[in-house]
Nanobody, 120 residues
Framework: QVQLVESGGGLVQPGGSLRLSCAASGSILRTEVMGWYRQAPGKERELVADSTSGGGTNYADSVKGRFAISRDNAKRAVYLQMNSLKAEDTAVYYC??????????????WGQGTLVTVSS
């Protein structure tokens, strides 16, 4: 069984910074795309940023220039550095990974979510 364990959420003032972490555990061969999504109250879940194992990255327009995604393939981990946070960044942030199982099946795995609240 594959699990994604997230950490790093919390309360921060507007203009502040937070760093989210997510690590995959379980019996997998490797992870391919790892990324972060978020869901604000009353809204649909949306992509924030993702990263391929080859280093390609993709960002939502709303976070470009403020957020940075990085990963450590050896640790099967992905990180999201969030700077210049705004009230509209408030949401539950979910980690997602596409992982290759020991039986060579691709798995889509979600973390449990971590709450980020931006408020003064």
């Amino acid at each position: 069984q594959v699990q994604l364990v997230e950490s790093g959420g919390g309360l921060v003032q507007p203009g502040g910074s937070l760093r989210l972490s997510c690590a995959a555990s379980g019996s997998i061969l490797r992870t391919e795309v790892m990324g972060w999504y978020r869901q604000a109250p009353g809204k649909e879940r949306e992509l924030v940023a993702d990263s391929t194992s080859g280093g390609g990255t993709n960002y939502a327009d709303s976070v470009k220039g403020r957020f940075a995604i990085s990963r450590d393939n050896a640790k099967r981990a992905v990180y999201l550095q969030m700077n210049s946070l705004k009230a509209e960044d408030t949401a539950v942030y979910y980690c997602k990974a596409r992982a290759l199982s020991l039986t060579y099946n691709w798995l889509e795995v979600w973390g449990q979510g971590t709450l980020v609240t931006v408020s003064s």
